[in-house]
């Protein structure tokens, strides 16, 4: 199995969370040892996270405005249970 750089990008949430088959792991993990721009690509991913994790620390304790729909609402209250 062989992954192009843009199925890498594809599967990069799943990479990080380590939510892959372990093949699939191998061959992300192989590609990102051989290819300097898509290891470029998965920092930036990383820090894309984590700054908008801190950004939502920040504003965690505001009031959602009424604007926000209550199905977004609730799916990110799903999603902070997956974690």
């Known amino acids: 199995m ?13 990479y990080l969370d380590g939510n892959l088959p372990d093949d699939v792991m191998c061959v992300m993990k192989t590609h990102l040892s ?8 998965l920092e930036n991913y990383r820090m894309a996270i984590k700054l908008g994790k801190t950004c ?9 405005p009424d ?11 799903e999603a ?3 974690k």
Do not use: N
């Not at 604007?67 to 209250?77: F, M």
């Open 34 to 41: 051989r290819c300097p721009c898509c290891e470029h690509y």
């Open 56 to 64: 939502c620390k920040q504003f965690a304790e505001e009031q959602v």
């Open 80 to 82: 902070r249970k997956k």
């Open 67 to 77: 604007s926000v729909p209550e199905p977004l609402i609730q799916a990110i209250l």
């Open 2 to 14: 062989k992954l192009t750089c843009k199925e890498l990008y594809d599967f990069m949430g799943d």
